[in-house]
């Protein structure tokens, strides 16, 4: 079992609808991270919190917006999605200062209908 | 642009033999680089990882070998076994930008029992 926990696992959304995700870790990591993987690709970088604060933005659309309301919870809020929107989404954490690998949760698979 | 590839996108291996998958990277600058495992419906597993100061780096059944002068990494699975079977992403990040994790295309592994 995985230390992050991403719930919920699966998800289907229309387009006009709003719906969050939500990522929970307890091993005292202070940086945590939003990861886009499309299928047969590699996951790619979409947003990291640093200490509760947004420390990177990869350019992603407004129509996905981050939280991080403490140092363990970390959500992705959608609106307004669109159907090449659909993909697993996966959270990770890792010690915030230093490189080391990140943790990463089994992600919720969104479909965009 | 700064990018990590790998050589081979699928490699099917017999049990019990030894897997070697190869990853190039581009990014001179890179100082730490990660092997993770992505079985299906999972998200990705630390397997192994290594600093740009050495060049080899064991681990249970698993070796990386780092060689920067042609900028490749490789990662050997000894006596491959069934529950191998997984895609395995190399990726990379610097000191400097320690948060910005940049994955591979990846390589599909199979097994044949």
């Known amino acids: 079992d995985t230390e992050v926990t991403q719930t919920p696992k699966h998800l289907v959304m229309g387009m006009t609808n709003k719906k969050s995700l939500k990522c929970e870790q307890h091993m005292g990591h202070r940086a945590m991270y939003w990861y886009k993987q499309k299928a047969k690709k590699p996951p790619e970088l979409m947003f990291v919190y640093s200490y509760e604060k947004l420390s990177i933005n990869e350019s992603v659309p407004s129509r996905f917006s981050p939280e991080c309301p403490n140092s363990s919870l970390l959500n992705l809020h959608l609106h307004a999605l669109q159907p090449e929107d659909s993909a697993l989404y996966l959270c990770?954490?890792?010690?915030?200062?230093?490189?080391?690998?990140?943790?990463f949760g089994n992600g919720t698979r969104l479909t965009v209908t | 642009g700064e990018s990590v590839g790998l050589h081979l996108p699928t490699l099917s291996v017999q049990e019990g033999d030894n897997s070697i998958i190869n990853c190039a990277y581009s990014n001179s600058a890179s100082d730490y680089f990660i092997w993770y495992k992505q079985e299906s419906g999972k998200g990705p597993q630390f397997i192994i990882d290594?600093?740009?100061?050495?060049d080899k780096r064991q681990g249970q059944r698993v070796t990386v070998l780092l060689n920067k002068t042609v900028k490749h990494l490789s990662l050997q699975i000894a006596a491959t076994q069934p529950g191998d079977s997984a895609v395995y992403f190399c990726a990379e990040n610097t000191e400097t930008s320690y948060d910005k994790v940049i994955f591979g295309p990846g390589t599909s592994l199979s097994v044949i029992p």
């Open positions: 290594i600093r740009s100061n050495m």
């Open positions: 990770a954490s890792s010690q915030d200062g230093q490189v080391v690998p990140l943790h």
